[in-house]
Structure formats: structure tokens, C-alpha cells
């Protein structure tokens, strides 16, 4: 078992990785949340099914009411909270109780942010079963989506722990090991360019190996810790770990959460950052042999995706970055060398048709290989 220690302002807290860490709960219950009366797990409608009779069966002299999400990004909406709250008011939860999120970044998020708010604040266990609640588990950022955009509502609500059992991984459909293993590049590109060239030479395909995936996904958190420890509230350098997600956000908004997964559309939106800040910088920043890597990965189908979008630039200015209707994005120097930019619109617009195109021409080079 590996052991993080996240450490911010407003809380120290362990993040247990592992295979069968989950067997570790019991005891972190009783020294992390001391006195507590009673348990809530959230879960999803796909979650619960493989895991949740395992994860209540490592519980013992608790009460223990369960709460099933639909699986899915639209639960993170002000509807599913508001059901959450009335049931945690039903199985009258009180201050000294215990939410625990078994799930994915949705049920992470969601759960994460009825705990942040319930009776002004209960606390909270994060057990994530995707491999991107790497990141959405750790750092504390709890929240639901609005209408008009991802992440809207929310709150910073540190749970007490989190316990990362890998074993949890081996039911993850292929497209969301893409989805978590884009977050995980993200980190490597943002930071840590001698991680970025260990993932280029190790992971060939996905799922990543057992061998090597209890250390991934520990350098992966290790970084995310290191960020938040230096910015919990996102004063800073934690906007860095939005690299992608300006682009990603308005394409996950404008499919309506359904036909490409979060990681994918941060996929997309971190080429086009890149893309951008070579065009800014006058640099090199993709990595020698990005793009082969990636569609060996599994990611495709970039160019089909964006032409969907419609009012992207409109959608990204949605974006809690965005300051006087003005986006700011996350933009790359080199490998590891981060800068937070304005961009006018204009630049935009003509970037964005550009990007369609130039993808249009990497999918056309693509079929042309095959
Ligand atoms: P998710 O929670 O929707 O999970 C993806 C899918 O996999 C769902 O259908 C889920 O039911 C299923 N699933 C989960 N675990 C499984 C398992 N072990 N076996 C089989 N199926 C399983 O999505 P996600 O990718 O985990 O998280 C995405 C969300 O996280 C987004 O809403 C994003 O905004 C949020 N996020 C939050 C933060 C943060 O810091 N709070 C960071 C990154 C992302
Ligand atoms: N995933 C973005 C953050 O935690 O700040």
C-alpha cells in the first residue's frame, strides 16, 4: 500500500493507494472521523451493483443508510442535490455523520458537495473507482453543474480521506481509462516532463498494466497534492491544472454531457492549448511524437467532436478562469513551463477554425496510413 499525505490549509489528510485499500476503511473511520453517528454512501447506478455489499461489509457498529445516483455527468445537477439533501434529512444525518462517495468524479463531486453544505458542513470519505478520480478526489473541489455551464455551483470541502482501491479499476470501460489517463498526461505536461517521457515509453495501450498502475496513479496524486498543498483555493498555479479544460468544457457542454467523456474532450482541449502556445510563444511544445502516441492510445474521432460544437467561443467564455468576458487560458511555454493568458476573442475564433481544419487534415493523414 502507498500512502499520500495531502496538506493544505484546512486540512491534513491521508490518500490511501492500493490494491485492497478498501479493507482499511473501518479503521480510517475510527481516526479520521472521530464519534461519528451515522453513514451515508453515495454511489452511482452502475457503481453500487459491482461494489457496494463489499464496501458496506467492511463496516461494522455503524448505521448505514445507502443513496444510488443515476451513473452519468447530468446527475451533477441541482435537481439530484436537492434529492440527496432530502434523503440525508430523512435518514437524519446529523453533524457528527459521515458521507461516503463511492464512485466516480460524479458521484465524488456531487456527494462531496451535499456533504460541503449539509447542515453548513458534515464530513466526508472519498472512495473513487475511475481512474480519473485520481484528480476529482483529491484537493477538495466539491460541486454540481448549471445549465449554463460545468462546475458552476460548487464549494473547497476537504473529505477526511481517501481510500484508492485499484482492484475497483478492473470493471472500468475502455473509454473511461481514456478519459482518466488524459487527466494523468495533463499533470505530466503541466509539471513533470521526465513523467511525461516514463508515460510515452510505458504505457503502449490501455488499460495501464497492473505492474506500473499503483505507481502512476501515486506520482499522478503526488503532483495534484503538491499543487493544492501550495494553492488550496485556486488563487494561483491550481488554475494550471485547467490546461485543456477551457476547449474541454465547452465541448462536454455542448454534447450535453453524453457522447464524449470528460478526459476525451480535455484530450481535445489541451492539443488545441498547445496548438495556441506554440502559435503565441514561437516554441516547440508538443512532445516529439504526440500525436502518434495519443491515436495509439485510442483517442480519434478529434475533429468529428469539435465540428458538433457550435457557439464554443461563447460557451468558453463560461469559464470560472474567464475575468471581464474575457478568456484566460492555460497555456504552455514548454513541457512543464505553465502560463495562465488572456486571448481576445478574435485570436480565438480564428484559432478555432484553424484547429478544425488542421485536425480534419490529422484524421485524413490517419485513414490515408491505414
Ligand atoms: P463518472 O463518475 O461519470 O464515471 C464514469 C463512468 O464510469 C460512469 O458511467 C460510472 O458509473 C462508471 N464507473 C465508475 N466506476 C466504475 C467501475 N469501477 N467499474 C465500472 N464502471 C464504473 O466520471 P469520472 O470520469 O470519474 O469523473 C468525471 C467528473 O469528475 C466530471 O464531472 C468532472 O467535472 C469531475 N472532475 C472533478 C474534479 C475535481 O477536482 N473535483 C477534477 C476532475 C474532474
Ligand atoms: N481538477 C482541477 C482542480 O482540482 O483544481
Not at 494550471?240 to 481535445?268: D, K, P
Not at 483517442?299 to 467564455?317: C, F, I, V
Not at 478568456?327 to 484553424?354: P, Y
Amino acid at each position: 500500500m502507498e500512502q499520500i499525505q495531502v496538506k493544505t490549509e484546512t486540512k491534513s489528510y491521508p490518500v490511501l493507494i492500493g490494491d485492497g485499500v478498501i479493507d482499511q476503511l473501518q479503521q480510517v473511520l475510527e481516526e479520521r472521523v472521530r464519534d461519528c453517528s451515522r453513514i451515508l454512501i453515495i454511489s452511482d447506478s452502475n457503481v453500487a451493483p459491482l461494489y457496494l455489499d463489499e464496501v458496506k461489509s467492511k463496516l461494522s457498529g455503524y448505521q448505514v443508510n445507502e443513496w444510488v445516483i443515476p451513473a452519468g455527468e447530468t446527475s451533477k445537477s441541482i435537481r439530484e442535490y436537492e434529492k440527496g439533501i432530502t434523503y440525508a434529512l430523512r435518514c437524519q444525518l446529523d453533524r457528527q455523520a459521515c458521507i461516503i462517495a463511492l464512485g466516480g468524479g460524479v458521484v465524488g463531486d456531487l456527494a462531496g458537495f451535499i456533504a460541503s453544505t449539509y447542515l453548513r458542513g458534515i464530513r466526508f470519505i472519498q472512495v473513487p473507482t475511475t481512474l480519473l478520480a485520481h484528480d476529482s478526489s483529491v484537493g477538495g473541489k466539491v460541486g454540481i453543474n448549471h445549465t449554463s455551464g460545468k462546475n458552476l455551483i460548487g464549494a473547497f470541502h476537504q473529505p477526511e480521506a481517501v481510500l484508492y482501491d485499484i482492484h475497483f479499476l478492473k470493471t472500468l470501460p475502455k473509454k473511461e481509462w481514456r478519459s482518466g489517463f488524459a487527466e494523468i498526461v495533463k499533470l505530466a505536461l503541466i509539471r513533470d516532463p521526465d513523467f511525461y517521457d516514463y508515460l510515452e515509453e510505458n504505457v503502449r495501450s490501455l488499460p495501464i498494466e497492473d505492474e506500473i498502475l499503483t505507481d502512476i496513479v501515486k506520482k499522478a496524486i503526488s503532483i495534484k497534492a503538491e499543487i493544492v498543498g501550495q494553492d488550496e483555493r485556486e488563487a494561483g498555479i491550481r488554475a494550471y491544472l485547467n490546461f485543456g479544460h477551457t476547449l474541454g468544457h465547452a465541448i462536454e457542454a455542448e454534447s450535453r454531457y453524453q457522447s464524449i467523456t470528460h478526459g476525451e474532450a480535455v484530450m481535445i482541449g489541451m492539443i488545441f492549448a498547445m496548438k495556441l502556445s506554440e502559435e503565441h510563444f514561437k516554441t516547440k511544445v508538443f512532445p516529439e511524437g504526440f500525436f502518434t502516441w495519443v491515436h495509439q492510445l485510442g483517442y480519434s474521432d478529434w475533429h468529428a467532436t469539435l465540428n458538433k460544437g457550435g457557439l464554443l467561443l461563447e460557451t468558453m467564455k463560461k469559464d470560472k478562469k474567464s475575468q471581464e468576458n474575457k478568456i484566460r487560458m492555460v497555456l504552455l511555454k514548454n513541457c512543464g513551463d505553465v502560463i495562465l493568458q488572456t486571448v481576445e476573442d478574435s485570436i480565438l475564433t480564428a484559432e478555432l477554425a484553424s484547429y478544425r481544419t488542421w485536425l480534419k487534415t490529422i484524421a485524413a493523414d490517419r485513414v490515408a496510413e491505414k
